[in-house]
T-cell receptor, first 114, second 117 residues
Framework: GAVVSQHPSWVICKSGTSVKIECRSL??????MFWYRQFPKQSLMLMATSNEGSKATYEQGVEKDKFLINHASLTLSTLTVTSAHPEDSSFYIC??????????FGPGTRLTVT | AQTVTQSQPEMSVQEAETVTLSCTYD???????LFWYKQPPSRQMILVIRQEAYKQQNATENRFSVNFQKAAKSFSLKISDSQLGDTAMYFC?????WGFGNEKLTFGTGTRLTIIP
């Protein structure tokens, strides 16, 4: 149990376009979902925390108008990278909590902006 | 603010040997949880082991065990009989369980472990 999926696993988009990444908890209802960004050979950097039906809480330095997060249900959160630029190219990982403060991670999405 | 430090950027060990990864943390809280996560080349984050600070007994999961020294704020991971599949990035992480469900994990910078055949 406690499986989190992400879609797509890899996306290439052109500079200036927007791209949406989905994060789903497949077999549980997630109280909270988290979005991380990871650069090559670096640690995970928390971007934002989202709860179903509420506005996301963004970490300092993360542009909320750039990275739109929608948490529509207890099993789905989406991250939209608006007007993407090459510097937005990265690996994006979501996680979800069910209980006991344990986060279950999705497999990640590789975004390449050309 | 909580911090997690992993002082070994890279390590390598022969297959079947034992290796210990270091982690120290800093917090003024008394109740917290510590984790070791593994990120293999697939980049899927996998929970290796978890330790509650209120438990004195060190956690173990098969070949993985921790040495939790609360006073020293140290949380090392020992991998026994290392296998090729243990090759991965290992992250130490920390959370304070306030009970709201939206608590953030604080990650260390990671240790890249390579198991040599």
């Amino acid at each position: 149990g406690a499986v989190v999926s992400q879609h797509p696993s890899w996306v290439i988009c052109k500079s200036g376009t927007s791209v949406k990444i989905e994060c789903r908890s497949l077999d549980f209802q997630a109280t909270t979902m988290f979005w991380y960004r990871q650069f090559p050979k670096q640690s995970l950097m928390l971007m934002a925390t989202s709860n179903e039906g509420s506005k996301a809480t963004y970490e300092q330095g993360v542009e909320k108008d750039k990275f739109l997060i929608n948490h529509a249900s207890l099993t789905l959160s989406t991250l939209t990278v608006t007007s993407a630029h090459p510097e937005d190219s990265s690996f994006y990982i979501c996680s979800a909590t069910r209980d006991r403060d344990e986060q279950y991670f999705g497999p990640g999405t590789r975004l390449t902006v050309t | 603010a909580q911090t997690v430090t992993q002082s070994q950027p890279e390590m390598s060990v022969q297959e079947a040997e034992t290796v210990t990864l270091s982690c120290t943390y800093d917090t003024s809280e008394n109740n917290y949880y510590l984790f070791w996560y593994k990120q293999p080349p697939s980049r899927q984050m996998i929970l290796v082991i978890r330790q509650e600070a209120y438990k004195q007994q060190n956690a173990t999961e098969n070949r993985f065990s921790v040495n939790f020294q609360k006073a020293a704020k140290s949380f090392s991971l020992k991998i026994s009989d290392s296998q090729l599949g243990d090759t991965a990035m290992y992250f130490c992480a920390f959370i304070i369980p306030w009970g709201f469900g939206n608590e953030k994990l604080t990650f260390g910078t990671g240790t890249r472990l390579t198991i040599i055949p």
